[in-house]
Structures are given as structure tokens and as C-alpha cells.
């Protein structure tokens, strides 16, 4: 089956600092790329949906400057949390879809990087 | 609005149990249903799904169907086992075309032998 990685798995950071999250498809090429964020005990919250060559699309509330999105290439789509704050410690999410029509195509989720920031 | 409940976890149960994972959902219309299910230290997987009202998905002895009379997916299997233990979500197709998905909390499953 389509496997989605995310590096990394977990990472440490002092407050102010940024940390970029990688998410790449091994053996499928992705068209779509999503980041979810899951807070304990609750859903996962999607942030953005990024196409390959073209600006991420924002969900209502998430800062595109806080939260920088580059899916540059089919296979690898990047979050940066800048100046990162202990608020943003959480779990990270992306999952990756393929073909023409993403609203009707499954989608394949990475292992998520928990995020911690002190 | 647009939201997925289910019912809150943990749920324990012991091997060869009869499992119900409660889950409801609210929308205009009628949006694709899923059930996904997260291993320890694993990425979600997606488990089943039906894409319209009255369709039964099933995998793994789990199963689920589509009643858009109580907007209901619930998700039952028969006989559990230990292997069973993970983290099921229940989802919903979102509104906008790209396909991203709404989701419940997340219900908890501990299997004992």
C-alpha cells in the first residue's frame, strides 16, 4: 500500500526557535497533501491542504505565517513552525492523496511528529 | 454544522468480545463515512468506509453502516481479539473539493487476553 513518512517522529525545541516537519510519499506521487494537528483527546483539527506548485490553502484560524507550508515537489511537503511557543507543542499530521479528483481519493497518513517546545 | 461525534473511550474489553464504537455525524447532504484506526506508533489507517446511505463497509471482521436516518456509522465487530487494541476515528468527507476529512475524537480499544 501507499506509505507516507514524517520526519521527525519527535522533536524537542526551545521557545522562539523554528522547526521544519517533512512529509513525504515513498512510492506514490502526491497531488495533494494535508497537516492536521491533534491535541490530546481530541480530533484531529485540519490546518491547510497544499497542491504541489501552489500556494497551501489555510483553514479559518491557523496562521499562514506561523505556520509555512512548501509542498515543492510530489513527493515531499514541508511544515516550519516559526518562532515557535509552548502553545505549539502538539501533534503533527500529514496525510498524502493522489490522483485527479482528491476529493474522492483516499488518503494516507504519516506516523505524525509530536512537537514539544519549552 | 459539519462534525463527527463518537462515543468517548477507553473501551476494555476481553478477547472475543462483542464491539460498538458509537459514532454520529452532522451534515448537509450526504458526505462519504469513514472508519480509521491508528496502531501503536502507526500512522492512521483507513479501516472501511461508504460513500452513500444504506452502504455497508467491512474489513477485518469490522463493519459499519451507512443509516442516514440517525446519521449514524457505528462500528461492530463481532469478536475482538487482542490485535484489535488501537485508536479508532470515525470521520466524514469536508465540504471543500480537495477531500479533507472531518474527525471524531478518537475512541481508545484495549483488548485483553
Known amino acids: 500500500g501507499a506509505v507516507v513518512s514524517q520526519h521527525p517522529s519527535r522533536v524537542i525545541c526551545k521557545s522562539g526557535t523554528s522547526v521544519k516537519i517533512e512529509c513525504r510519499s515513498l512510492?506514490?506521487?502526491?497531488?495533494?497533501m494535508f497537516w492536521y494537528r491533534q491535541f490530546p483527546k481530541k480530533s484531529l483539527m485540519l490546518m491547510a491542504t497544499s497542491n504541489e506548485g501552489s500556494k497551501a490553502t489555510y483553514e479559518q484560524g491557523v496562521e499562514k505565517d506561523k505556520f509555512l507550508i512548501n509542498h515543492a515537489s510530489l513527493t515531499l511537503s514541508t511544515l516550519t513552525v516559526t518562532s515557535a511557543h509552548p502553545e505549539d507543542s502538539s501533534f503533527y499530521i500529514c496525510?498524502?492523496?493522489?490522483?485527479?479528483?482528491?476529493?474522492?481519493?483516499?488518503?494516507?497518513f504519516g506516523p505524525g511528529t509530536r512537537l514539544t517546545v519549552l | 454544522g459539519n462534525s463527527v461525534t463518537q462515543m468517548e473511550g477507553p473501551v476494555t474489553l476481553s478477547e472475543e468480545a462483542f464491539l460498538t464504537i458509537n459514532c454520529t455525524y452532522t451534515a448537509t447532504g450526504y458526505p462519504s463515512l469513514f472508519w480509521y484506526v491508528q496502531y501503536p506508533g502507526e500512522g492512521l489507517q483507513l479501516l472501511l468506509k461508504a460513500t452513500k446511505a444504506d452502504d455497508k463497509g467491512s474489513n477485518k471482521g469490522f463493519e459499519a453502516t451507512y443509516r442516514k436516518e440517525t446519521t449514524s456509522f457505528h462500528l461492530e465487530k463481532g469478536s475482538v481479539q487482542v490485535s484489535d487494541s488501537a485508536v479508532y476515528f470515525c470521520a466524514r468527507r469536508g465540504v471543500g473539493s480537495q477531500g479533507n476529512l472531518i474527525f471524531g475524537k478518537g475512541t481508545k480499544l484495549s483488548v485483553k487476553p
Open positions: 496525510s498524502a492523496s493522489y490522483g485527479h479528483h482528491s476529493s474522492y481519493n483516499e488518503q494516507f
Open positions: 512510492d506514490f506521487q502526491a497531488t495533494t
